[in-house]
């Protein structure tokens, strides 16, 4: 009896053991996914007329691999996976620049320097936005600017109408595969999706617990311009977009192919059927015919990509397939894991948690998640050899996407790649570099015709056809600083990487873009100081002492900041190639000239030259704020009567209604935290998932925009590392509510990879790898105590709280163990 008693004993504490251990494990406790209790609506028509969001397509899950996007719906008796490809877009190349807007420069600048706002801005709308249809104004996919589109859908019909039970349906960020389960009749389903990209194809297996039970239909189709065909066992829906100007354009072609056990397979009349299998795969591939080359954009062999994606891919196990791509995805997604709180909430579905959390506004696993998603998505719509993504990453349901799905240069695009380096992600921030190096030939020609200017220009919208014209509207149509915004992302890839190779490619592109910046600056009358113009603050306007309303001015701080970093970073990086000629100095001294940042009398950081009123003064686009982020000539270290002033002018503008759309509310998590504000910018990130986010967790200007994604996770890293000005600092901006927490894998500017754990809001230990070799300088709250390193501590004062920094030497691949004293 005792002796059966001892043996229940041992084994209820070792139950509760177990149940310890499973407690405290991450991987056990904690999932990485999105998750629901329901399916999207598959049935429920899409309103492609509008900009509108479509509910049901909000609840859909994304998969990616960078040129193949779909949305699951995951819905029971008839599914719908909405399908798209990377460079599905209407319209073609167009000339739209206008040679005789240099005519009128001239006059434009005397009449603003003389404060002739009105007539200055009636005639740069007159002489200096774009001719030809332009963007459409926002209908670029009736014109040749055109619009990133759907490619259609792949309809699976399971001709039921049968209730169903135990309903899961999900997306593991771990893995980037979809799984949808459910019982029906007392059969057990289960789906499994991914988008592999070694493989090129979606794969998308089908199952259940008893034999010949599955039974379905798949057809293809899409709003517009296509045809779908049968072709062997294979179904083809191909077609050619509209190129804005009443013919044909970009050819596209989508190609399934399927293999079933047991059960039969049928192919005709545009559709595949199967009947009574064991078990389905579906293999799905789809191209254009999209080169990013100027001036055609044209040239890749579609049609063979297509049929040899499925060739391959179908001789391959599923079991090898799914291998293969979770190898590849995890090579990048496993470099960074997060955990902001010991407490699970996981056993809620997403949908809930996201509702729920607007009453709470406390659920750190729901920030770990919102951050991960950010990555995923970088992952899935944007690698090398791809083009970048753009406002929706890789997904549209639209033929008339909002604002076109392009790429927005005057903070939307730079914003979807502010997370990739620190988020060690460099791999994905190359789409960006090819897109930019494609704008070189066509902005050159712009500058050229509208400006008699050097260099290459863009102005606040390209396309994937090299548009690099203003746009219709002088008042968000002059915005000549997104070249030097745009190049930024050039310096920043080195200052993480290292990598030479790249910066001596790339150094071409930069130097150009400053060309532009020294043809286009002009001196002052007043102050003799360069300035750049007519030019407007994206996209705010300002109220003249004459009470009219305009946008357009000379200098705003704006485009001041943005051509002071651009110059910066390229003497920089002429220093890091050793180049010292005579351009270089040219630049440097023009730097020196710059009309600078100002302070007004009410101590805010003023927006224009002149401190106008603010039209809007809750403007959604904090563009004087550049300097201080994704810029740092404005920072709390070095410059802080000037980070004061920025920070009264964010107060101000959040007073006023600021920050009321997704990407704007996620930067301004990155602004509070450059300025050591953790619980403003906690407040920005509970406001991204209070207001801006959608069930699905996709963000929302409205209509959805991918942007508040990425900015979210690059404003959470910003919150936990920075590193600016040769500094790094570990915890800046750390609330109250993440008090206790584990991060490994962020990276800092000059190659250095961090893990870091904290309690009660203190630095407890961290490591630190130098990939690199260069000099670490580690800002901290904590007094350090670095291992196997000789190092040089001193103290700062940072409004008004005393910091520690710790120097050390660091030789290329060596690991430092750090602790707190």
Request: aromatic share 10%.
């Amino acid at each position: 009896m005792k002796k059966s008693l001892l043996i229940l004993l041992s084994g209820f504490f070792v139950l509760i053991s177990i149940e310890k251990i499973q407690a405290q494990s991450p991987s056990k406790s904690k999932s990485m996914k999105l998750w629901y209790k329901t399916p999207a609506n598959a049935t429920i028509k899409d309103d492609i007329s509008t900009y509108k969001d479509d509910a049901e397509w909000l609840k859909a899950l994304p998969l990616g691999n960078g040129s193949l996007g779909v949305m699951v719906f995951g819905d029971v008796n008839k599914e719908r996976i909405q399908l798209n490809e990377e460079s599905m877009w209407s319209g073609s190349p167009q000339d739209s620049d206008n040679p005789e807007a240099f005519n009128s420069l001239a006059e434009i600048r005397n009449l603003l320097f003389q404060g002739k706002y009105k007539e200055a801005t009636e005639l740069t709308n007159k002489t200096q936005v774009c001719i030809g249809s332009g963007s459409g104004k926002g209908q670029g996919y009736k014109v040749p600017f055109g619009s990133f589109q759907t490619m259609g859908d792949l309809w699976l019909d399971f001709n039921k109408t049968d209730a169903y039970q135990n309903y899961h349906r999900e997306l593991d960020l771990t893995d980037a595969v979809a799984r949808v389960s459910y019982t029906q009749n007392g059969v057990n389903f289960k789906r499994e999706i991914f988008t592999s990209s070694p493989d090129q194809v979606m794969v998308a297996k089908f199952t259940a617990d008893k034999k010949g039970k599955i039974s379905f239909r798949c057809s293809m189709d899409r709003p517009e311009r296509f045809t779908t065909f049968s072709e062997g066992n294979e179904l083809v829906m191909s077609g050619a977009l509209s190129d804005g100007k009443g013919g044909d354009g970009l050819q596209y072609m989508a190609r399934l192919k399927a293999v079933c056990k047991n059960g039969t397979l049928t192919c005709k009349d545009g559709k595949l059927t199967f009947t009574n299998a064991d078990e389905v795969i579906l293999y799905l591939s789809a191209s254009t015919d999209y080169k990013l080359e100027y001036p055609t954009y044209k040239g890749r062999d579609y049609k063979t990509i297509t049929k040899i994606n499925l060739e391959k891919s179908s001789k391959k196990t599923y079991e090898q397939l799914l291998k293969e791509h979770i190898s590849d995805y995890q090579k990048y997604y496993s470099r960074v894991n997060i955990e902001l709180s010991k407490a699970e909430k996981d056993l809620i579905p997403t949908d809930e948690r996201l509702a729920a959390f607007k009453d709470s506004q406390n659920d750190p696993h729901l920030v770990e998640l919102m951050f991960q998603y950010g990555r995923y998505l970088i992952i899935s719509s944007s690698r090398p050899g791809t083009l970048p993504a753009n406002l929706q990453g890789i997904w549209s349901n639209k033929i008339k996407t909002a604002w076109n799905g392009d790429y927005h240069t005057n903070i939307n695009l730079q914003m979807n790649y502010w997370p990739v380096e620190v988020a060690n992600l460099p791999e994905m921030h190359l789409p960006l570099f090819d897109l930019i190096s494609s704008l070189v030939e066509p902005g050159t020609k712009t500058a050229k015709t509208h400006y008699h200017a050097n260099g290459w220009v863009v102005h606040p919208i390209t396309n994937v056809w090299g548009y690099t014209s203003p746009g219709e509207a002088a008042s968000w149509g002059m915005h000549t600083g997104a070249g030097a915004w745009i190049c930024q992302h050039i310096a920043e890839h080195y200052a993480f990487t290292g990598d030479k190779d790249f910066l001596k490619k790339m150094y071409p592109v930069l130097k150009s873009s400053v060309a532009f910046s020294l043809s286009w600056l002009v001196k002052d009358p007043k102050t003799g100081l360069l300035v750049s113009g007519p030019a407007a603050s994206p996209e705010n306007s300002f109220i003249t002492p004459e009470g009219t309303k305009n946008q357009i001015s000379m200098g705003p701080t704006h485009d001041q900041q943005v051509i002071w970093s651009l110059f910066d970073d390229f003497i920089l990086v002429s220093k890091e190639l050793g180049i010292k000629d005579d351009f270089v100095n040219e630049v440097s001294e023009a730097q020196k000239q710059l009309l600078g940042s100002k302070i007004g009398e009410d101590g805010r950081l003023l927006e224009w030259a002149i401190p106008f009123e603010e039209a809007d003064a809750g403007h959604r686009h904090m563009s004087h704020l550049f300097a201080l982020h994704p810029g740092s000539q404005i920072n709390v270290l070095d410059t802080p009567d000037l980070a004061a002033a920025a920070k009264k002018s964010l107060n101000f503008r959040l007073a006023n209604g600021g920050g009321h759309t997704g990407w704007s509310a996620a930067w301004l998590i990155s602004l509070y935290a450059r300025l050591l504000d953790s619980e403003n910018a906690l407040d920005n990130v509970n406001r991204v998932l209070v207001k801006c986010t959608n069930p699905n967790l996709f963000g929302s200007h409205p209509p959805f925009q991918m942007d508040a994604n990425f900015g979210f996770t690059a404003g959470v890293s910003e919150m936990l590392i920075q590193s600016y000005k040769n500094i790094v600092q570990l915890l800046p901006a750390l609330p109250t509510q993440w008090s206790d927490g584990t991060v490994s894998g962020l990276v800092a500017r000059g190659g250095f990879e961090v893990n870091m754990n904290w309690s009660k809001g203190e630095l407890k230990t961290a490591t630190i790898k130098s990939k690199l070799g260069n000099t670490c300088v580690l800002q901290t709250k904590e007094n350090l105590i670095i291992k196997n390193a000789k190092t040089e501590v001193s103290k700062v004062i940072i409004n008004g709280n005393p910091y520690f920094r710790t120097i050390f030497k660091t030789e290329s691949g060596k690991v430092y163990e750090v602790t707190t004293n």
